[in-house]
């Protein structure tokens, strides 16, 4: 009784500390200690669970502890900034896969036996368990770019992805009432897993944050119906903050792009890009000298960074380009688009690795008033987010998508690798206004050389 007691203390413990953990995260200075009570948070549920008088044994728990702890540590020191949202959609198909599983070990031991409430809350666990594994994994795949980013599609795809997930929800409701067809919940588990291959592969790249945070969402809900199954108070707690949480993310960044939901899942955003019409003039290219008295004798600079800043790693270079000019007393203010990079704050935790004050982060409601008077806008790796036709092309595929209004700037510099048009394969006007210069060149390397000649200006 008194290890009874103990579980449901530390139960409510851990879910407090998620709640308290979970409000943490809404801003940028208090994420961190946001992260630091949801993992003290996880800590206390573990021990909590440890005590339960239904364990056998521990030798595999402790196994399973080692062996989990010793990769995530691995991951956590090997995997670098530019790899973070391969490592998260690998995480999410980790996570769904061991709530799938307990779904499957739940399975087997009841089997006919089980109540239609359990079997309810089994069917939802591997039903959306298995659709976010298939999908982080297609998700992994592309960031990764083991596939194209661009969308992969076949005709009548949406038709046929509605069919699938219509059968296999009408297996899951004959499940209800029949537990004991142990065939067809093998056969939902299957179609449910190639309905995620199909959600995810019509979704280009340029969308990854939201499918990132909907595909956190059904993770999140899977686990809280294995803490329906399991009777497991803390993993509803906890599951169901994760899937909401994740699903009001999903809705907010879809706000962001001023797209819904439906257009991100079913519009195959970015497969037609090949038809846009070409841009007359030319891509003015600068060298960095130039860009260099710029920017030594600015007033205010706006840097803005991008998924090519990420993928060049020069996040810790581009807070030494910015403290150079601060020493020279130019003010510098980072714009953050909501979707920019390629997972949820994306931008936000790589300039936290770096060290940028979180003073200096500004969103593009509060950054957009100040581009008037900018002197500088520095654009490192991004695209959609700055790009003018979302505000000025109605037929642009982006058309009505808050942007970063560069620019209005007086002028703007580009750092991009090359000429290409980037993951969402939509060419940008910007790139050819008369007040914008492009330095082409890997961003880091570009950034080293800015901060020596900076320095000499």
């Known amino acids: 009784?008194?290890?009874?007691?103990?579980?449901?203390?530390?139960?409510?413990?851990?879910?407090?500390?998620?709640?308290?953990?979970?409000?943490?995260?809404?801003?940028?200075?208090?994420?961190?200690?946001?992260?630091?009570?949801?993992?003290?948070?996880?800590?206390?549920?573990?021990?909590?669970?440890?005590?339960?008088?239904?364990?056998?044994?521990?030798?595999?728990?402790?196994?399973?502890?080692?062996?989990?702890?010793?990769?995530?540590?691995?991951?956590?020191?090997?995997?670098?900034?530019?790899?973070?949202?391969q490592r998260q959609a690998i995480s999410l198909a980790f996570g769904a896969l061991a709530a799938t599983l307990v779904g499957v070990a739940e399975y087997m031991r009841g089997g006919a036996e089980l109540g239609s409430f359990k079997m309810t809350a089994l069917g939802f666990e591997v039903l959306f368990g298995s659709i976010t594994i298939a999908g982080s994994l297609i998700a992994f795949a592309k960031l990764q770019e083991l596939i194209r980013g661009t969308p992969l599609t076949f005709k009548g795809q949406n038709i046929f992805n509605i069919a699938l997930f219509t059968f296999t929800i009408g297996i899951f409701i004959s499940l209800i009432f029949s537990p004991g067809n142990e065939i067809m919940f093998y056969v939902m588990i299957g179609l449910a897993f190639l309905f995620g291959l199909l959600l995810v592969l019509p979704i280009g790249a340029a969308d990854m944050p939201v499918v990132m945070s909907l595909?956190?969402?059904?993770?999140?809900?899977?686990?809280?119906?294995?803490?329906?199954?399991?009777?497991?108070?803390?993993?509803?707690?906890?599951?169901?903050?994760?899937?909401?949480?994740?699903?009001?993310?999903?809705?907010?960044?879809?706000?962001?792009?001023?797209?819904?939901?439906?257009?991100?899942?079913?519009?195959?955003?970015?497969?037609?890009?090949?038809?846009?019409?070409?841009?007359?003039?030319?891509?003015?290219?600068?060298?960095?000298?130039?860009?260099?008295?710029?920017?030594?004798?600015?007033?205010?600079?706006?840097?803005?960074?991008?998924?090519?800043?990420?993928?060049?790693?020069?996040?810790?270079?581009?807070?030494?380009?910015?403290?150079?000019?601060?020493?020279?007393?130019?003010?510098v203010k980072y714009a953050i688009h909501p979707v920019a990079g390629r997972m949820p704050g994306h931008m936000n935790v790589l300039l936290a690795e770096a060290n940028v004050p979180y003073s200096s982060l500004y969103e593009l409601e509060q950054i957009n008033p100040e581009m008037g008077a900018t002197d500088v806008s520095v654009v490192i790796g991004a695209n959609d987010v700055v790009n003018p036709d979302a505000r000025d092309?109605?037929?642009?595929?982006?058309?009505?998508?808050?942007?970063?209004?560069?620019?209005?700037?007086?002028?703007?510099?580009?750092?991009?690798?090359?000429?290409?048009?980037?993951?969402?394969?939509?060419?940008?006007?910007?790139?050819?206004?008369?007040?914008?210069?492009?330095?082409?060149?890997?961003?880091?390397?570009?950034?080293?050389?800015?901060?020596?000649a900076v320095q000499q200006a």
């Open 215 to 331: 595909m956190n969402s059904y993770a999140g809900l899977a686990s809280a119906a294995t803490g329906f199954a399991l009777k497991n108070n803390v993993l509803i707690i906890a599951g169901t903050l994760d899937g909401f949480s994740g699903f009001i993310l999903s809705i907010l960044m879809c706000k962001a792009m001023n797209r819904s939901m439906t257009n991100v899942l079913f519009g195959a955003f970015g497969g037609a890009a090949e038809e846009q019409q070409a841009i007359e003039g030319v891509q003015r290219e600068v060298t960095v000298d130039d860009v260099a008295v710029q920017l030594a004798y600015a007033r205010q600079v706006v840097i803005v960074p991008g998924y090519g800043l990420a993928t060049a790693q020069a996040q810790h270079t581009v807070r030494e380009l910015a403290e150079t000019l601060e020493h020279r007393g130019v003010i």
């Open 1 to 85: 009784m008194e290890s009874k007691y103990f579980i449901e203390v530390a139960y409510i413990i851990a879910s407090t500390l998620f709640i308290f953990g979970l409000k943490g995260l809404s801003h940028p200075k208090s994420a961190r200690n946001g992260m630091n009570l949801a993992a003290m948070g996880m800590l206390v549920a573990v021990v909590g669970t440890l005590l339960h008088h239904e364990i056998v044994s521990y030798v595999w728990i402790i196994v399973g502890l080692l062996v989990g702890s010793l990769i995530g540590s691995v991951m956590a020191l090997k995997v670098s900034m530019n790899a973070l949202p």
């Open 393 to 452: 092309n109605p037929k642009s595929p982006i058309a009505g998508m808050p942007i970063i209004e560069v620019d209005k700037s007086k002028q703007v510099i580009v750092l991009k690798r090359g000429k290409g048009r980037g993951f969402s394969g939509i060419e940008n006007p910007l790139f050819f206004k008369p007040n914008t210069g492009m330095l082409y060149g890997d961003a880091k390397a570009s950034l080293s050389k800015l901060v020596q």
